[in-house]
């Protein structure tokens, strides 16, 4: 995620950041957007069903 | 150790019923060692001294009538500040949140501790929300270690793991969404359990992310755990599980030093862990190599999953009162903006991958060891003026988080400078009690739990 697209994603989300913030908290999103990586590069994620209460209860929850 | 302190639940519980100390002497120690050490530690955002002060005068006469609620009967406890209780307000240490929230009704754990016949001592300190780090600019106390008042307590459950640490009270319970009870804990050099996802109630406290958000116990040593965790856990067939076991000969423990993992090593790290290995060992359990499997992908869906949920339900609030949340909290809140719906989706999908890998790694050992972080606790100053990324790299509770696991987090050998250091021991969903009684053994051999602050 660039900057630019962190500013969106927080406009988007109605935050309206001071001034004073607005790079250090774009600096954060896009780090956080990092963050997802593994999941995003992760194929053997689309095998397993979604999660439901069902394969909760089968780990013994 | 604070003179004529007991040294921990099971103590005091006995030093009760024989006569030799009541629960009102017990409680004004507990209020005096606040008086004197809390505006350096920072464990509390309200006392309650004179409903503690009733309930002990009742605790006290209820056992002289012959009514004994138990190991808790009229023990002090300290119940983290996301939590309501009718004393008082509850601030989740955030001018953002209403204090009046549920109209100081208890909430449930609060409810079962009364039940049991804990006394409320007050409502401690923590991460605002459960989240971030400490904010000097806001009206709260920020919890410090009491190993070293410059460093941080952990979070967010810090001023309940403080609390225990500096002998204000004997017991504490926290939350743990991504690591609340344990990173404390660990930082603090105390023990707490994360429960298994479920198996204490929530309702009445405030929500950080609905999917792992879990209740627990903090106190000196995992069978004072225990005695909290058989007070608080549901009735029903998840949290009414018992052991299966008695002792750790022949028991299997899967390791994992996580070392490839951290972002930063203390230098006394390796040999705490592998000495803690070798304690259990001794002790007759069979100690063999287990990776976590899946380990990056459940991390991050940890950070997906908490953001996510997070901001879900503080967004409204962020709109339009941007500024009364702490830097911190407001900054890592608004980081959820950062993934889509497709990426909360992988997120869960992960957990479901990883729950049938675990499944399997419990076939073949009964529980599973980590460090729960590979440094000491880090100093205020560099956590908020600082870059924290390496604290937050060296940290490993979120993945059993992720997986609503139960995880016991305990003291090990401390760094060269004294700080704590701990593991943490992890089992099957619902094996709550079984984790407890692997570090209730470590603890039977080892002393890293009964070393007290020179506070």
């Known amino acids: 995620m660039s900057p630019m697209d962190g500013r969106a994603a927080l406009a988007d989300a109605g935050l309206e950041i001071p001034d004073d913030e607005i790079e250090s908290v774009v600096a954060w999103v896009t780090t956080a957007a990092a963050i997802a990586g593994p999941l995003r590069q992760c194929p053997d994620l689309l095998a397993p069903p979604l999660v439901d209460g069902r394969a909760w209860q089968e780990f013994g929850g | 150790m604070t003179e004529g302190w007991p040294a921990g639940i099971a103590e005091a519980a006995r030093l009760i019923r024989s006569g030799e100390l009541t629960s009102r002497a017990l409680v004004e120690a507990s209020i005096s060692r606040a008086d004197e ?80 016949g804990a006394v409320i001592t007050g409502k401690t300190s923590l991460s605002e929300f459960a989240c971030g780090f400490p904010d000097p600019e806001k009206p709260f106390p920020i919890p410090r270690n009491p190993w070293d008042l410059d460093r941080w307590a952990g979070g967010s459950s810090g001023g309940s793991a403080s609390a225990v640490a500096a002998d204000l009270v004997l017991g504490a319970v926290g939350t743990d969404t991504g690591g609340s009870v344990r990173i404390p804990v660990g930082f603090c050099g105390v023990t707490g359990l994360k429960t298994t996802w479920g198996t204490v109630d929530t309702t009445g406290c405030v929500p950080f992310a609905w999917s792992f958000d879990s209740i627990g116990p903090i106190a000196r040593s995992a069978a004072d755990c225990r005695a909290i965790l058989e007070a608080i856990r549901d009735p029903g067939p998840a949290g009414a599980r018992t052991s299966r076991r008695n002792g750790i000969e022949g028991m299997r423990i899967g390791v994992d030093p996580l070392t490839a993992a951290s972002a930063a090593i203390d230098p006394g790290q390796e040999s705490a862990f592998a000495e803690a290995i070798g304690d259990l060992e001794r002790a007759g359990a069979i100690v063999v190599e287990r990776p976590l499997p899946h380990y990056a992908e459940v991390v991050s869906a940890n950070y997906v999953i908490m953001l996510t949920e997070g901001l879900a339900y503080h967004l409204p609030t962020l709109r339009t009162r941007w500024s009364d949340y702490g830097r911190s909290a407001r900054q890592l809140f608004a980081g959820g903006v950062a993934f889509s719906g497709a990426d909360y989706v992988m997120a869960q999908q992960a957990r479901a991958m990883a729950w049938a890998s675990v499944r399997s790694m419990f076939a073949d050992v009964d529980v599973h060891l980590t460090p729960m972080a590979t440094v000491g606790a880090p100093t205020l100053h560099d956590l908020i003026e600082g870059d924290p990324s390496a604290v937050l790299g060296s940290l490993h509770t979120p993945y059993w988080a992720t997986l609503g696991c139960p995880t016991v987090a305990l003291p090990i050998a401390p760094t060269q ?39």
Not at chain 2, 40 to 67: I, M, N, P, Q, S
Not at chain 2, 424 to 429: K, L, M, V
Not at chain 2, 431 to 451: C, M, N, Y
Request: hydrophobic share 40%.
């Open chain 2, 417 to 455: 400078a004294g700080l704590p250091l701990s593991i943490q021991i992890a089992g099957p969903a619902g094996s709550d009690v079984d984790v407890l009684q692997v570090a209730e053994a470590f603890q039977g051999i080892t002393t890293h739990h009964l070393r007290r602050p020179p506070l």
């Open chain 2, 37 to 116: 050490v809390d505006k350096r530690v920072g464990c509390y955002v309200t006392r309650f001294d004179e409903t503690a002060r009733a309930a002990a005068a009742l605790a006290d006469k209820e056992l002289g009538e012959g009514l004994d609620r138990g190991p808790l009967h009229g023990i002090p406890i300290g119940v983290k500040d996301i939590l309501t209780a009718r004393e008082g307000p509850t601030t989740a240490q955030s001018l953002a949140q209403d204090p009046e929230w549920r109209g100081r009704h208890d909430a449930t754990v609060v409810e079962r501790l009364r039940q049991a």
